[in-house]
């Protein structure tokens, strides 16, 4: 009697979804995603619903991930919310310089998914909302004026270094948004 030892279809299909999702888009054809995933259609159907579905779950599993980034990057910066906060954009321009960056699957996704209805933007809404909080509490640490205002403000850098990062690749967005979230954390 011999035992399986690798990940099953569902594991498969996540990961090869995620993957080739972040690689390619969200638009990646479903006979792409079962050859990669090496399962039957059938598997799709049963665990995810249909490709929607794994595209949610995808999106889901990466921001409960992405989200521990932030808030690793913030705590290897210290306890001075301003440093911690500058850290994020440090970290950004780390990330855009990698040789497989492909952008942020966030904004890619909401782009891409013409459906309002579609359950990836739940799933990204939800993701912005938390990011928003970590950076609205630091700014409320930090004693800043308008902290919602703020991070509004730095969600918006970090979402146009992800951008710049992807469209126009060695432009050092990041270090730009850095100079101007000074700024923007200089408005208590």
Same mark, same amino acid.
């Given at each position: 009697?011999?035992?399986?030892?690798?990940?099953?279809?569902?594991?498969?299909?996540?990961?090869?979804?995620?993957?080739?999702?972040?690689?390619?888009?969200? !638009?990646? !054809?479903?006979?792409?995603? +079962?050859?990669?995933?090496?399962?039957?259609?059938?598997?799709?159907?049963?665990?995810?619903?249909?490709?929607?579905?794994?595209?949610?779950?995808? +999106?889901?599993?990466?921001?409960?991930?992405?989200?521990?980034?932030?808030?690793?990057?913030?705590?290897?910066? !210290?306890?001075?919310?301003?440093?911690?906060?500058?850290?994020?954009?440090? /970290?950004?321009?780390?990330?855009?310089?990698?040789?497989?960056?492909?952008?942020?699957?966030?904004?890619?996704?909401? +782009?891409?998914?013409?459906?309002?209805?579609?359950? !990836?933007?739940?799933?990204?809404?939800?993701?912005?909302?938390?990011?928003?909080?970590?950076?609205?509490?630091?700014?409320?640490?930090?004693?800043?004026?308008?902290?919602?205002?703020?991070?509004?403000?730095?969600?918006?850098?970090?979402?146009?270094?992800?951008?710049?990062?992807?469209?126009?690749?060695?432009?050092?967005?990041?270090?730009?948004?850095? /100079?101007?979230?000074?700024?923007?954390?200089?408005?208590?």
């Amino acid at each position: 009697m011999t035992t399986r030892t690798g990940p099953g279809p569902r594991e498969r299909l996540l990961e090869a979804g995620r993957e080739l999702t972040y690689r390619q888009g969200v !638009g990646i !054809g479903v006979d792409a995603l +079962l050859k990669a995933a090496n399962v039957a259609r059938r598997s799709l159907y049963e665990h995810f619903g249909g490709k929607d579905g794994l595209i949610a779950e995808v +999106l889901r599993r990466s921001t409960s991930e992405d989200e521990e980034h932030y808030r690793q990057t913030m705590r290897s910066a !210290g306890d001075d919310p301003r440093a911690r906060l500058l850290a994020v954009f440090d /970290r950004l321009a780390e990330i855009v310089d990698e040789p497989d960056f492909r952008g942020c699957r966030y904004l890619a996704a909401d +782009l891409a998914l013409t459906d309002p209805g579609h359950p !990836g933007h739940a799933v990204t809404r939800d993701y912005r909302e938390r990011v928003h909080r970590l950076l609205e509490d630091e700014l409320i640490r930090l004693g800043h004026a308008e902290p919602a205002v703020a991070a509004d403000q730095l969600l918006l850098l970090i979402d146009g270094v992800m951008a710049a990062g992807a469209t126009r690749p060695r432009t050092r967005p990041a270090a730009s948004a850095r /100079r101007l979230a000074e700024h923007v954390l200089d408005g208590r």
